[in-house]
């Protein structure tokens, strides 16, 4: 149709582009927390609080005693595809859990982002703000040292998001349990999570600096450190530990495995599916072991830019890794006298 109306390519403004790209970071109030629990513990952070209003919903603030951000610098930390830590080089040779420069600019984008921060040589404190993507420029700011990082009215900017979210209590759960699976990866690091709704403060998780044994018992249970074997397995490079429930010790749904590479919490159907497999034998079909399990290997083995949140891998030899996995559990299921049919001597 020679009459038709042809449509014009316009590009897009950079806040229309971060609310784009902030819907893949921050689905809801626990996904923000991450991002930014993660950026604390890429600055060496050893004490991480985390207070939350309405289930993150109104307020969330991460403070923390990390090597801190310069005051010239504030500006370019809350830009997208800003970051210190890779210079883009090598995407298959991350060490830190961030990489991607983009949380801080799509929790910019999508709710009132204030970020105060002190280095170490600092005279003093500096202070950012940015909100729906307007950014004032850095103001001095007292502060003893570190970076708090402070997030209001979560998509109050994209109201179809906020109708999605679920209630309070079951954010608060979701904001704590992304908060549990980090402090399990960083056992050294003392974690404190508080519920300030309404001028309160309710204490709802608390961790001191720990050794990894101490910290599972912590997040899991005492009981669990009791009922569980330590694992150490190594294949090709991969190595496994952690530990995982005794069949004795299961469970009737799979929440409480917890999958950790290189440090980082996934979640990943191919590593849970291994899971399954090795106490295939031992496990009545409705049965889930608990357990915590740490796959450490050279990071140009995984391949971690797969989601922009970070959660998803893709492992280059996904069978070794599967292999390394059952082998793994099934020599300590066997080792604890739970010998399965099919156990393979390695
Ligand atoms: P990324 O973590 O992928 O680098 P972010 O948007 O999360 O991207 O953060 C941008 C940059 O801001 C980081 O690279 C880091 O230099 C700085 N930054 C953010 N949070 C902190 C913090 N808590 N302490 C020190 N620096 C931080
Ligand atoms: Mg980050």
Do not use: W
Request: proline share 4%; hydrophobic share 45%; aromatic share 4%.
């Amino acid at each position: 149709d020679r009459n038709m109306i042809l449509p014009r390519i316009r590009q897009l403004d950079e806040g229309a582009v971060n609310r784009i790209a902030a819907g893949e970071v921050v689905e809801r109030p626990a996904s923000a927390v991450k991002e930014l629990v993660e950026n604390a513990l890429d600055a060496r952070a050893t004490r991480v609080t985390v207070d939350i209003a309405d289930g993150g919903r109104t307020l969330i603030r991460v403070t923390d005693d990390g090597h801190g951000i310069e005051a010239a610098d504030l500006p370019l930390a809350l830009s997208r595809h800003a970051t210190s830590k890779i210079d883009g080089s090598d995407l298959l040779n991350i060490h830190s859990f961030g990489f991607r420069g983009e949380a801080l600019a799509s929790l910019g984008a999508v709710g009132r982002l204030t970020v105060t921060s002190r280095t170490a040589g600092a005279a003093e404190g500096a202070t950012i703000r940015v909100s729906g993507g307007r950014m004032d420029p850095p103001r001095p700011a007292a502060l003893r040292g570190g970076t708090v990082v402070e997030l209001r009215d979560l998509f109050h900017a994209t109201p179809a998001r906020l109708k999605f979210l679920k209630s309070e209590r079951s954010e608060g759960m979701a904001v704590a349990d992304a908060i549990r699976r980090l402090a399990m990866a960083e056992p050294a690091v003392a974690f404190t999570l508080r519920d300030v709704s309404d001028g309160g403060e309710r204490v709802l998780f608390r961790a001191d600096g720990s050794d990894a044994a101490g910290r599972l018992a912590l997040v899991l249970g005492r009981d669990f450190i009791r009922n569980a074997m330590p694992l150490d397995a190594a294949r090709d490079g991969f190595h496994l530990g952690g530990h995982a429930g005794l069949p004795t010790f299961s469970r009737g749904n799979a929440v409480h495995q917890y999958l950790f590479v290189n440090g980082r919490p996934v979640r990943d159907r191919m590593l849970t599916g291994a899971l399954r497999g090795a106490y295939s034998d031992v496990l009545a079909k409705d049965r889930h072991a608990v357990a915590a399990l740490f796959l450490t290997c050279d990071p140009v083995l995984v391949d971690v830019n797969v989601h922009p949140a970070k959660t998803e891998v893709r492992f280059r030899d996904a069978g070794l890794v599967r292999g390394l996995i059952v082998s793994g559990l099934r020599h300590a299921l066997a080792e604890a006298g739970h010998r399965s049919a099919t156990t393979v001597a390695d």
